[in-house]
């Protein structure tokens, strides 16, 4: 006998419409962001470099006209990830309310980390810091930024990260940025192996140090930049 | 000892409730919490005054009946402890106690402390079984069972389906419950062949009861008075995506 | 009325299969025309449902719990016995039917005992496939110890769950037919009447207990599975919510109650703290094993136990039984327990307690040891006690724990009233006099998985069931005569609490028809129980409603019975005038203490009919005989 029938989009549906379905998502999409996240601090970073172009050169292969494609893809799919990743956090979060819709009057919360009771607050913050982030570097709507040689394949991105450090408020905003997302991912990463299954008695407890420890690694080595510049060791 | 309550006090499920404060003077450091509130209750009705609803029936910490928030904290403050075997020894003189009735949506308030957990019974009821007709069984030393996946197995069935998970979950989620018992079944050989369509048909009900999802705090971990772990969660979610993704069900045979 | 047991003859080996082969089917196609109303879900009950429905029948199932998976035989730990004899240790379906009748002091039906025995085996095996997680060795076979005192390795166990994992089971099995549609549940329903109709069990009545709506559901055959009366006792073992109700009112609607005064009381319990006490909570007898039982030799001896040098001690299990010593039976042990309290030896604030004492055994074994053995018991009694065993030797004192008698069933476990069927601890059938160690679970489940389900159809099909509607007039008074408890309960408007009235019930069934008997005590109890009874009819206060969730009234019903049924209890034992099993009349003892049976007169199952609250009730005689195991004096020396 063979049960019903189930497309692939049905499947998908039904997938989707269990919780569990929904943080595999986000779990997935989590991956993805880390990973980006990760990688662009090791781009970052190589503004310490003695060679004061070297971040430069590293933009301008990043926009090589002759990869657009690429980059475009990278960007269409991390934008694709983000929104999946809000759009499931979202649902899950109204889910989540519905189900408690009577609080209690008095409430402990025993074990949880700060950081994982503020996974919905941390996350968004984050957001509406990448968009600050990407109009400021990226698109250059925040501040006067230049290009190597008035080509703006050619980002001079030693020049606006260093002059927009030098402003307290940009700085101070990226730092809280960096925080909440070190406290994002000090819960998240573990999270996403436990949605995604990954556990085992002997490995969870490393588990949980070594997402930790990364979360940190990451808003140390981000925040070290305006830190640096802040302090004056960095300038142009 | 001295002990002030504050109880969650509501008739019945239309009414809307509110938190009453009680005085007890006179509490033995020997009574079980239970015993506290029967001493209540004996007050209260020589007073002529509706006695506290609480469930309860076993006493001993094993039938999953009684429970409610004490001061924020499902069965009280004691690890691994039902609130019926809670001795008042742990508490100290002058304490005041807020007592609540477990909140989530899928277990409304019958009445003070008394909630319905009938959607439990309704997820088990959506797979959590081996199908085998009385009589069918081959003889018990047929199947060998390693030891390691007994005890496993049997660590995750301690579960009483009290409910304290779900009272103390942040979104009220039901994965502590629902994934002891696709452990409990799943870790055995006799449970392998419905394995993909038992977790399948409890989620799904389990959504269907309208309790939350896992963002993986831990709290019901921490106050399950048997010990689940959030082990068989990640254990649940491995065997969910496995039957939705390398499963059989439903795949068109040639 | 004559009592056939319907028992068969011939080789006893053959006797169940024999009688199988003779019952009428039912047409698998006309079994879902047949609806059976299974009260309880505990092993018995919920067993019998599933299976019941599993073979197609229309199955309505009750409890009083908010689950059916709470029912109170999740509280067992021990174990469950079968004749498997995986160990080889010369176990067999004859050796455990043999324990069984002789453990039940030759007060059980031979050819019920042997059944019983066989069907262990499949009891197993079901349990397994079901994925009741038992102990494994590290080979993957099944494990299997040695449990109160039996000299074979015959009791499977999932730790000290045992209960709560074969109820898991029996409540999955449940579940999956109520997925189905086959089995429609009614949990927080009470049963407070049975139906009958031309003589036949038709129906139930029920509360509603959260709702209070008094219902009548009308079925072709109505089976009770509500477990024992232990909690007649008002502090027992037993979970607060067991109750004779369900069988109490079926007997009063005719159904005759058997040996009432077989009621068990297991030696190991943390001992009372307090007026407040509202349970006593079992120790497993495991810890008789390696504990020393003993009490100061001195009366009144208030010295902490580490004071008590060893030679004013007395470890009097030991002097008395010295073969046995600490592993006397049940029974005994609690006989003399009790005895040294009464001497005034007792120790503990109340000095109704006796010591177990772990430290010799921990200077053998070592901690280590210990604490692997009975680490969850030791963390248990500290629990509860605030007290450390490792340091200072535990209290224990005895407490109400089985009952082996029930309302009367022949071997299709039917009642006399045709249609009633009674099952699990609420019937009398297997256990005699005294129940074995992890025979209780066996049973439940025997009767529930697969003596009913083959018994009940023969009974359904013989009969032609004429159509009865929920508005029949056996069922509207029923219904008006549970209308009216309720009221005469919410209009006494007294002073005293139900639980109040209780305590004082069982105080006195305790000193009177507890552990010891005599003629004098019983008649005592006999003379005050219908007074107090009385008292507590014109004095009790139940406040609220009968239209809401009212625990108080749930419980002022149930302690009613309890009253009614005391008086039983104690008239059955003064009529039995001898000692056997769990029932010991201090005039009927060997020169060495031990139980002096008396088969000549008492060869028999007290089967009582009612006749009316204060009426004497009627004996009916069901005669035992034994072709097998042939009656002898139990000796422990
Ligand atoms: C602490 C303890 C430990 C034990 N350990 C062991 C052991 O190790 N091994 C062993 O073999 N035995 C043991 N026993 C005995 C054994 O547990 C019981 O005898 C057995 O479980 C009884 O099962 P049952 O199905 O007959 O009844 P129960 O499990 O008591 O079930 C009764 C059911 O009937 C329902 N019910 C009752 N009255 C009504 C009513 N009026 N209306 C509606 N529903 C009603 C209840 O809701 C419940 O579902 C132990 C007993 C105790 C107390
Ligand atoms: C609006 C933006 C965001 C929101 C609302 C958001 C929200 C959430 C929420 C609610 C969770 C679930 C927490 C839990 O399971 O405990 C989560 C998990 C996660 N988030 Fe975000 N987040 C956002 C942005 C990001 C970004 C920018 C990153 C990466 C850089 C990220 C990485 C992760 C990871 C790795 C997880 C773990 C996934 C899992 O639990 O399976 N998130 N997020
Ligand atoms: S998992 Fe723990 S807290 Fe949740 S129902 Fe089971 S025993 Fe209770
Ligand atoms: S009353 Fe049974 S677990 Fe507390």
Redesign the pocket.
Known sequence: MSAAVVNPAGRAARFYEAPIGKKAVMAITGIMLVGYVLAHMLGNLQIYSSNRDQINTYAAFLHNPASAGLLWGARTVLLLAVILHITAAVQLFFQNRAARPIGYVKKDDVPASYAARTMVWSGPIVAAFVIFHVLHLTVGAVMTTRDVGGNPITPDVRYNVISGFQNYGVSAFYIFAMILLCMHLYHGIWSMCQSLGISHPRYTRGLKKASAVLAILIAIGNCSIPIAVMAGWLTD | MRITLHIWRQRNASDKGRMVRYELPNVSEHMSFLEMLDVLNEELITKGEDPVAFDHDCREGICGMCGCMVNGVAHGPLPETTLCQLHMRHFKDGDELYLEPWRAKAFPVVKDLVVDRTAFDRIIAAGGFISVATGSAPDGNAVLVPKDNAERSMDAAACIGCGACVAMCPNASASLFVSAKIAHLGLLPQGQPERERRVTAMVAQANQEIFGSCTNMGECEAVCPKGIKLENIALMNRHFLGANWAGREGVEAD | MELDSKCPTGPIETRWERHRFNLKLVNPANKRKYTVIV???????GSTAATLGELGYNVEC????DS?RR???I??????NAAKNYHNDGDSVYRLFYDTVKGGDFRARESNVYRLAAISLDIIDQCVAQGVPFAREYSGYLDNRSFGGAQVSRTFYARGQ??QQLLLGAYQALERQIGTGMVKMHPR???LDLIVIDGRARGIVTRDLLTGKVESHIADAVVL????YGNVFYLS??AKG??A??IWRAHKRGALFANPCFTQIHPTCIPVSGEYQSKLT?MSESLRNDGRIWVPLKKGDKRKASEIPEAERDYFLERKYPSFGNLVPRDVASRNAKAVCDEGRGVGETGLAVYLDLRDSIARLGKNVIKERYGNLIDMYNRITGEDPYQAPMRIFPAS??TMGGLWVDYNLMSNIPGLYVI???NFSDHGANRL??????Q?LADGYFVLPNTIGDYLASNKFPKVEASNPAARQAEQEVAAITQRLLGAKGTRSVDACHRELGKLLWEDCGMGRTAQGLKHALSQIPEMRERFWKDVKVLGTGEELNQSLEKAGRVADFFELAELMCLDALERNESCGGHFREEYQTPEGEAARDDEHYSYAAAWEFRGVGNAPVLHKEPLTFDYVHPSQRSYK
């Open positions: 009260v309880g879900t505990g092993l018995a009950g009750f409890c009083f719990q059916p029912a109170h035989s509280a067992a730990q021990g174990g469950i045992t209960g329903s009470e049963m599975g509500t477990g024992g073992t037993n067991c109750n109700t369900a079992l724990h089985y699990g601890e609420a160690g992890a025979s209780a679970l066996m439940g």
